[in-house]
């Protein structure tokens, strides 16, 4: 099976999963070998996620990076603040778009 052909049986698969939102979960796949990263809300989304995946046909083995995030935890991650960041120059009427680029 080809690794195009395997990443978007896996997308299907987790959209098609009710109990997992997979919205924030970024897939790859080399050679059969699927990689998970991003996060979730909850350690039980994450194992349903990993579960999904190793049923599938062609999933030869799986490097799981998936971050659980509760909801109400009030410690910012880095794209949270980036996103921030973005939003405030966007804000400012005295900083013309697009002039600042935020690292």
Do not use: C, H
């Not at 009710?18 to 970024?26: F, K, L, Q, R």
């Not at 979730?40 to 995946?53: F, L, Q, R, W």
């Amino acid at each position: 099976m080809k690794d195009m052909d395997l990443k978007q049986n896996i997308e299907d698969e987790l959209d098609w999963e009710p109990s997992v939102d997979a919205s924030n979960i970024g897939i790859g796949v080399e050679n059969g070998v699927v990689t998970l990263m991003g996060y979730v809300k909850s350690y039980a989304e994450k194992t349903k996620a990993e579960n999904v995946v190793k049923r599938l046909k062609g999933v030869r083995a799986i490097a799981e990076d998936i971050e659980v995030r509760y909801p109400f935890s009030s410690q910012n991650k880095d794209d949270q603040i980036a996103q921030r960041v973005v939003n405030m120059l966007d804000w400012d009427v005295e900083v013309p778009s697009g002039s600042i680029q935020a690292k």
